[in-house]
Each structure stands twice: as structure tokens, then as C-alpha cells.
């Protein structure tokens, strides 16, 4: 066991311990944003796909790193765009006709 | 460490503090949106700072950045068009869709870095061999989930000898695991353990049933960040590790409240136990225990017209019938007509945690008129007419008793109402498969329609009362 690697352990935990804090006051009215947000946010894997791509060798890595950019790409790209679309329909009482006009504010 | 390197990682740092202030801005519906921007941000900052590395260091050669762009580009712009394009009610498709990628990518990049060098330390190899098999697991069952939720099939999956599948594919992706961890070098035992994850993930969703689905998405959700952080300890890389475990445990306190609010453990769900196989929208089924008395559309309208004080109970049935904006529309007739209306959600409600919520705010229901149950409870006392619609277990007063299949369900107060009105198909039982006691309730009126037709019928209805 490296050094590093006990380093690596001790940020884990730690991010685990913030997540809990962080999360469980989040109202039961934001959970399904909440969860789409934490979904864009493991989009992150995408820079592991960039840290891959410097490295790998060869047609088989090629292509695993290409499925894998895709994915990640997807991951982050459609995850906060979801998100956005989401929590701008998430309104205070106000007297709004327009049921279908949705404006990027 | 160089000046470049430490800019490098200050950028990273300011990435990762990007996401836990995120996070905790969607503690309000007033900032929430101002939190996934900041989000965003740090996450366009982390990936600029690693593209400016990698091309720092001088590895990068054209065959490489074309890999890298042409996936993204293809990747990314499939991503946008189903975040635009996707409707609220298949919201649950979409974020297990992105589960099933995400996880898809931590455990390609594990798979890549060792068939690119298997001579790995123990630890490494343990979190590669952990990042493949969270990782497969969840491309794969997200991936079935994905398609339960789009309705290919919504019924559980058995089929005989599934139980000694999966046993046998468990086996093999630890044995194979092991052998990664203790030394093999040999990346084709590391696509065995891959192989074997993916048909785990497919077998262990199947047995599921429609209503567990919440849960079942929140787990794979926590499933993904934590193969995200393992794939930050294959590639040493803090940013995934950080991200990765705050992704791992939201996903985790989802899990439990759902299961939990459900009255249901995770292991029971995960291992396919009692009552799967029914939905809050059965055709027709059994009768309850006391008499049930039906009311005619237009009774139930002049019901609603002359109350004060009125609280929508909307459900699963309301979310699959889509009848969201019919419901919003009568409750927009019933405050110009001077009732207060509020609607009483209950944290399963919907097919994803919070799923309800999302729906009422794309059909124009403000927030503040979204009531928490703990919060809403105390009201039902004071309630003229509680509307239920699409709703049965979360409404059930069986569960204020112990001995029965829902008992100790955390449950919304309605038959605390001065009356109740029952938006049903049938009489069918609800997912925990027992009657519901608030039908025999002399306070109740059972709605025989259909969620969508019914509420419009109620619209038009509440017109000619004038």
C-alpha cells in the first residue's frame, strides 16, 4: 500500500462524510433535481477519460477510450442540462397564464 | 510541484468546491438552479484544467485528441438533444440512462488502463477490479431499468434456474476479481469479471417491479459515483474520487429514505421479495372489508365547489395516467372559486424520489403549494375535501397498526379530512397488495374513472356548478 493510495482513501472517506452532511437536508420537493444534479456530477468521469486518452495505446484502448469519452460526454453534457430544464419550472406563487411558455431566464 | 502543476490542481480543488456548494445550494427551490450552475462550472473549470494538462505533458498525438473529441462531440451532443428533448414524466428514463453511461465509462477505464499495463500495485488493481465489477453492474441494470420505466416491459422477469445464473456469475466476477487483485496481470481475467458484472446488472434488476423503482434508481445512482471514485483511484486522480463519493452518498440517503418511506428494505427489493408484481393501476381486483360507497361525477364536483379548504393527494396512477395538468387545472377552478388548495406529496409519490414534484412544477403548480407530508399532516384536520388520486398504500390507515403488510409506513393523515373523495379505476389493491381501510371509511366517496378523465371531468363539472 502506497502512500498515495492511503491519501486517495482518506479524501474518499472524507467526500463521503461531506456528501451525507451536505445531502440530507436537501427537502423531498428536490429530490428528483437532486438526484439528475449528483447525476451530471459523476459526469466528472470525463476527465478520467481525458487522463486516459494521454496514455493508451493500441486499437483495443482506442476504442474503449472512445466509448468511454462518448459515455462520459453524455454523462455531464445531458446531466446538467437536464438539471437546468428541471429546477426553472420550480416556481414561487405567482399569477402565471402562460402554461407552455417556459423562459430561459 | 511546478507552478503549472500546482494552477493545475488549484483548479481541480476549485472544480470539486464547486460541487459541494452545488449540492448544498439545492437545499432550497429558490437557489437550487443557481447550485446546478455553479455545478456546472466548476465541472467546465475541472475539465479545462485536465485538457490543459494532458496537453501540457506532451503525450497527446493526433490519433489520441481524435479519440478523445470525436467521442465526446458524439457523446455529448446525443446527451443534449435527451436532456431538450425528454418529457418530465420520463425523467426516471433519462437519469438512469445516465447512470448506465456513467458507470459504463468508469469501468471502460479501468478495463483500458489495465490492458494497457496490468503490472499494477494491489491497491490499484483493487479498485479496478471494484470500479469494473459497480461499474458493469450498474451499466447494465441501469440499462434494463431504463427500459422497464419506458414500459418495453414493466413486470417483474423470473425465469427458472435465474437465482443459480446469477450465483454462478457472481462467482466468477469475484474469483476473477481476486485474481486481478492478487497479481494476475492478464486483462482478459479483468473482461471476464467485466462480463460477469453485466450479466449481474441484468439479473438483478429484472425481478423488479415498476413501484420499486425509485428505490432501485437511487441505489444505481449511488452505485455510479462510487465506480467513479474508484476509477479516481485507478487513475489517481482526487477530482473522481471526490466527485465520485458525494455522487455515492446522495445516491445512499435516497436509497434509504425511499425504501424507508416505502416500508420496504433495500435487500428485500434487491432480492426480489414480497408483493412485486403489483402496481398502484391494477384493472379490476379484490373488495375491501367495509362498504364502499360511489359517488356520481357531479356530486363530487359540488363537493369540491362549495369547500374551503381542499388538499390534492396525487400518486403513482396520477404520474402514469399523466393527468398532472388536469389536476392543476381544477385546482386553478377551485381558487378563483376562493378554496385554498394545497397538494399533500408524499416522498414515494411519482416513479423516481421526488418525481411528483417535477411533474406539479411542469404543470405551473408553484412550489410553495408543494407540501412536505410532515409538514401537510397537521392540515388534513382542518381539510374540507382531500382529493386522493392515483394514490392507495401512502393513504392506507392499516399502517398506524402493527400486523399487516404496510404497518409502520410512514403515511399522509387523509382520513383525518372532513370528507375524502377517491379518484380510482378499480378496487384493486395497491402495491403491498392489501385492501385500503380508507375506502370502507364512511368520510370516503370512490370516483370510479380513470385519473386524466376523471379530474377533467371534474373540471367541466365544477364549471356548470357557476
Known amino acids: 500500500m502506497t502512500e498515495g493510495f492511503v491519501g486517495d482513501i482518506t479524501i474518499f472517506v472524507l467526500a463521503l462524510l461531506v456528501g451525507f452532511e451536505v445531502i440530507s437536508k436537501v427537502p423531498a420537493t428536490l429530490h428528483t433535481p437532486l438526484m439528475s444534479g449528483a447525476n451530471s456530477i459523476h459526469g466528472v468521469v470525463l476527465v478520467g477519460v481525458v487522463i486516459l486518452s494521454s496514455y493508451v495505446n493500441g486499437p483495443i484502448g482506442y476504442v474503449l477510450t472512445f466509448l468511454a469519452a462518448a459515455f462520459g460526454a453524455a454523462n455531464v453534457v445531458g446531466g446538467y442540462a437536464v438539471t437546468d430544464r428541471m429546477l426553472q419550472m420550480f416556481r414561487r406563487r405567482v399569477p402565471v397564464k402562460r402554461t407552455d411558455e417556459v423562459e430561459a431566464a | 510541484m511546478s507552478g503549472f502543476e500546482t494552477g493545475i490542481r488549484l483548479a481541480s480543488l476549485a472544480g470539486a468546491v464547486a460541487f459541494v456548494l452545488g449540492l448544498h445550494l439545492m437545499n432550497s427551490p429558490a437557489t437550487a438552479r443557481r447550485g446546478n450552475q455553479l455545478s456546472a462550472a466548476g465541472m467546465l473549470v475541472a475539465i479545462v484544467a485536465v485538457l490543459v494538462d494532458v496537453s501540457h505533458g506532451g503525450h497527446m498525438n493526433v490519433t489520441r485528441w481524435l479519440v478523445l473529441i470525436c467521442g465526446a462531440l458524439i457523446g455529448g451532443a446525443a446527451g443534449l438533444y435527451s436532456a431538450r428533448a425528454v418529457a418530465m414524466t420520463q425523467m426516471p428514463q433519462l437519469v438512469s440512462l445516465f447512470n448506465a453511461v456513467g458507470g459504463g465509462a468508469a469501468m471502460l477505464i479501468a478495463l483500458a488502463d489495465y490492458q494497457h499495463d496490468p503490472h499494477v500495485s494491489a491497491g490499484v488493481a483493487l479498485a479496478g477490479a471494484l470500479d469494473v465489477l459497480i461499474g458493469g453492474v450498474t451499466f447494465s441494470g441501469s440499462l434494463i431499468a431504463t427500459a422497464k420505466l419506458q414500459g418495453y416491459w414493466s413486470q417483474p422477469v423470473n425465469f427458472a434456474g435465474a437465482r443459480v445464473v446469477s450465483a454462478v456469475l457472481t462467482l466468477a466476477a469475484v474469483v476473477a476479481g481476486i485474481d486481478v487483485i492478487a497479481g494476475a496481470h492478464n486483462a482478459w481475467i479483468l473482461a471476464i469479471e467485466a462480463i460477469a458484472a453485466l450479466g449481474i446488472g441484468i439479473l438483478m434488476v429484472l425481478p423488479i417491479g415498476g413501484a420499486d423503482m425509485p ?54 427489493i434487491i432480492a426480489g421479495g414480497f408483493g412485486t408484481g403489483a402496481t398502484g393501476i391494477e384493472p379490476v381486483g379484490a373488495g375491501t372489508g367495509g362498504t364502499v360507497k360511489s359517488i356520481a361525477l357531479d356530486d363530487a364536483a359540488l363537493q369540491l365547489a362549495y369547500a374551503g379548504k381542499v388538499i390534492v393527494v396525487p400518486g403513482y396512477g396520477l404520474a402514469a395516467a399523466q393527468a398532472q395538468h388536469e389536476v392543476r387545472e381544477l385546482a386553478s377552478l377551485l381558487e378563483e372559486r376562493g378554496a385554498e388548495v394545497s397538494y399533500a406529496i408524499h416522498p414515494v409519490a411519482g416513479r423516481m424520489p421526488g418525481h411528483m414534484n417535477v411533474l406539479l412544477a411542469e404543470a405551473n403548480v408553484p412550489y410553495d403549494q408543494l407540501r412536505e407530508m410532515e409538514e401537510i399532516n397537521a392540515e388534513f384536520d382542518r381539510t374540507d375535501v382531500a382529493l386522493v388520486v392515483g394514490a392507495n398504500d401512502v393513504t392506507n390507515p ?7 403488510a404496510v404497518s409502520g409506513m410512514p403515511i399522509l393523515d387523509v382520513d383525518h379530512a372532513r370528507s375524502i373523495i377517491v379518484i380510482k379505476r378499480s378496487m384493486a389493491s395497491g402495491y403491498a397488495g392489501i385492501d385500503n381501510e380508507l375506502y370502507g371509511d364512511p368520510k370516503t366517496n370512490m370516483l370510479f374513472s380513470d385519473a386524466k378523465k376523471g379530474l377533467s371531468g371534474l373540471v367541466a363539472a365544477v364549471k356548470q356548478v357557476g
Open chain 2, 398 to 404: 392499516a399502517a398506524r397498526r402493527p400486523g399487516n
Open chain 2, 215 to 268: 428505490v432501485v434508481i437511487s441505489l444505481l445512482n449511488a452505485f455510479t459515483g462510487t465506480a467513479v471514485a474508484m476509477a479516481g483511484f485507478v487513475l489517481n486522480n482526487a477530482t473522481l474520487t471526490i466527485a465520485g463519493a458525494l455522487v455515492g452518498a446522495s445516491g445512499g440517503i435516497l436509497t434509504k429514505l425511499m425504501a424507508d418511506a416505502m416500508n420496504r428494505s433495500v435487500v428485500s
